[in-house]
């Protein structure tokens, strides 16, 4: 009678696992989706989980594939988790055939040798501009090709400003935009919003003040990197900027924007229809002496991660190539709002749509983060930079102290 | 007041050995060979289940640990063994310190204020009163939120310039209190947030709790002159011991391991306020443009072992109860 | 006196007030008294809850107003009218993950238990050690582990995988408390199975199983409402299949650039009023589960 128990019990738990086993197997071959036609399926992702098949994106996608002669399947993530995604599937051997991740990732993954170099792949970059290019280029390799890119302006309220007697054109230095946000506030309106928060995305908006007082990311205690972060505390002691900027997002930041409330808001491209719906203007960010501050290039590369079978390369390339290269790009970069990442494909742009022009210049100015080969020194760098800024913004040091304090660590971490 | 139940044995008493004959002890020594099979055979579902899914893991974190990875080597998988280099490390960080303290603090203060909430939500809705069942239901759907959701709805409310928390004090005459961006305020609002995703745990437990005391205690205490207070701390409590130990002990198994609020609200920050080591693990690892496995992983271990000294703790504490 | 008590424990409580100490039934109006007191008490721990259903409802613009409005006026029904029109399948695909995890989480859990509780394995108190520490481990430590076993297995972004990683959450708390639940049970019962000649499992299925029925219900609950709610498991498991849990529908929300937030929390009420009518449905039965084995004469 026991071991009838006991046989019952091995019996229901080995039925259990063949269960399991023939279900997974299923599940996987179900997932495939290759239909006889097409020579096989490749996996594309990339970091916009907001759009579905059904998007103009997703149905790209799925046209430049088959143009190719094959299916894509194509996955949306969130951005931030993409660069584990890719690690821990390129440590399985599953990478994807194409990986669009955000320009400051591509070093990192070049690092850690899961992406092909152009040489390999085959993709062409003579096009594009190299300034966006930069972000891609390690060791004078290039790891992919730009989708397009975007960075970042000064949008205002013109009525807020009307309100407090400011001329936008008035706005070139830093000293003057000080004065102005001075004049918003005691208009009874608050001055200037932006993201101060301790993730890449602060330092994104730190870059523009940072370089615009001709401080370098190899050396983060300078006196130019003092007085820029000495700037942004400076307004939010003097109410200027709110509180809320230490935790801000981009997107939070422009949501206080939105509100009608403030006269400033530093954000992006992608904002630029947001900011046309509400009738905001836009300026480029001033310098501390004066002329527009550089400002570091976003949005995401093409990569190709390496495959065990080298054939694969030449339908990626394609599939690359149609959707960083053709007419299409520029419907993409439009509907992203990016700016395309070549002189040509820009002009198209704008003789489409006119408004672009202040965009098209900035990012012409623009620098790629990961550039002047700094690789993966940026997210070291970087990662010191938000959390001395951080701590300047909510008062546990000043910026002389916060900004050494970060080189320190830089300098400890690199040594390594 | 606790029977130990746990080594009842299906065939019944053991009879005086000298007294069977050699087959029926061979017999007997058979049938409890065949219970013991019985026994495991009931339990092999769970222990391969456990030995896949918990050891698996658990050993991939040792060997991060143990091993010096970088994005290449995680890639390749060639990292080079270092030994306990990396717990080194990480306990001569400047972070380390300030991480336990804030574990600690975050810990011990959510378990203890939970708890007593919970405790005492329970013997609220323990008498019966109309809509009592519905309401005690309800006090559960903070719970069933998906963490995200329920640490992006705090920080919004508690945002400094936006957040109704401040809107509410200003109207009754309190300054703007930067909950999430100033470093004093950071724990204690994170602390709040956590405090309140774990009602409902605790109150579930506690409910089920009292209900397994039987009423003709409280009736003779009540005879016996005791008022509601004192019924309470003489009969309810000391009857709870069991469920309470098992409930703190849960509780800080549970919150040993948060992170998504405060990583949603804070982020750890301002400079470093309000990270605890779960923090400080995935921020090493997930947190940057360039993870740090290794560390994340020997933060983990740390944290694993923090977690099984407790536990170590408190199965000590409970034989000697039992006993 | 022991067999009264313990029977008491061990029976099906389904009204509310077991175990209520017995001064009389108090006057109407005190009942009421506690009435107003728990909707105050309730009102204030919810209070996050309907902060969400605002937001859900909130233009835009009007996201970071200062200060914010307390009531939705100049509201918008664009989050849910997207969230009704993407979600709902989502929501198909949340309800098969928490009810497998269900039947998964029991299956697994009440055999263990029963074997700790009644059948005394030698190493069972080992055992109930080690499903202690299996709680220790953190869960970003566990998906990533997954990720690896499920990509060797090939079972990447299946339900039954996700199934069987949300268990991991409910598994050892399930054993938690059918072994306390169980511990509890007369063997007097169990005997008078044995002594009918059942054999362990007979006795397990018919006789422990049927008397256990408000821990199953607990359990159930747990686990139902750990699977429901769960998202990192559900986000490194994800290959980005259609079939999605609605925890992962939030995600069409979030941009790289840009989030919408009134659809985010429109997407957490939608996913919400399920799994709070289980509760509202359930609550009754969950009692009993953690200390019946913990109070006797």
Known sequence: MRTKTVVRIGALVAAASVVAGLTGCSAQSSGSGSSGAASGTYTFWDPYPQYDASSAWGKLVAQCGKDAGVTVKRTGYDTSDLTNKALLAGQQGKSPDVLLVDNPVVSTLAQSGILTDTATSGLQTGDIAENILGAGVIDGKTYGVPIGANTLALYYNPKVLEAAGVDPSSVKDWDSLTAALAKVKAAGKKGITFSGINTEEGSFQFLPWFWGADADLTKLDSAGAEEALQLWKGWIDEGYAPNSVIQNTQTTSWQEFQSGDFAFGENGTWQKDAAKEMGAGVITIPAKD????????GGEFFTIPV?????????????????????????????????????????????????????????SAARARTGDNLGVQYPVISEQLWTAVQKAESGSASPSDALQSAQQAVDAKLQK | ?????????????RPRTED??????????????????TAWAFLAPVALYLVLFYAYPLWKNIELSLKHYTVASFVSGNAPFVGLQNFADVFSSATFAPAIWHTAVFVLVSILVQFALGLALAVFFHNSFPLSGLLRALFLVPWLLPLLVSASTWSWMMNSDSGIVNAFLGSVGIGQINWLTSPDWSLFAVLVANIWIGIPFNLVIMYSGLQGIPGELYEAAALDGANGWQRFWRVTFPLLRPVTAITLLLGFVYTLKVFDIIWIMTKGGPS??????????????????LPDFSSAATVGNVLIVIALVVGLIYARVQRRLEV | MATTTVTRAVTTRTTRGAGRPATGTPPAAKRWWRTAFGVVFTAVMLFPVYWMVNVSLTRDQDMRKSPPNLI?????????????GQQLPFLGTSLVVGLGTVVLTLALSAPAAYSLAKLGPRGGGAMSFVLLIAQMIPAIIMAMGFYTIYVQLGILDTIWGLVLADS??????????FTAFMRGIPDELLNAARIDGASTWRTFTSVVMPVSRNSIVTVSLFSFLWAWSDFLFANTLDGGGDAKPITLGIYAYIGNNNQEWNSIMATAVVASIPAAVLLVLAQRYVAAGVTAGAVKD
Request: charged letters at 15%; hydrophobic letters at 35%; one cysteine or more.
């Open chain 1, 290 to 297: 004066g002329g527009a501050a550089p400002v570091p290039t």
């Open chain 1, 307 to 363: 495959q065990k079978d080298d054939a694969r390369y030449a339908t990626t390339k394609k599939i690359v190539e149609c959707l960083s290269s053709g007419d299409d790009v520029v419907t993409t970069d439009n509907t992203l709002n990016y700016v395309a990442a070549s002189k040509d494909l820009q002009q198209q742009q704008l003789s489409g749509n006119a408004d672009l022009k202040t965009w098209v210049e900035a990012v």
């Open chain 2, 1 to 13: 007041m606790t029977t130990d139940t746990t080594s009842l044995r299906p065939s019944a008493a």
């Open chain 2, 20 to 37: 069977t004959p050699a087959s029926v002890r061979g017999r007997r020594a058979h049938a409890q060979r065949r219970a013991q099979l």
């Open chain 2, 272 to 289: 470093g306020s309000s990270t605890t080591l779960a923090i400080w693990s995935y921020q090493l690892g997930f947190g940057s443009l």
């Open chain 3, 72 to 84: 939705p006026i100049d509201g918008t029904l664009h989050g849910y009218s997207t969230v009704l």
């Open chain 3, 168 to 177: 991991t959450i409910a598994v050892p708390f399930g054993v938690l408390i």
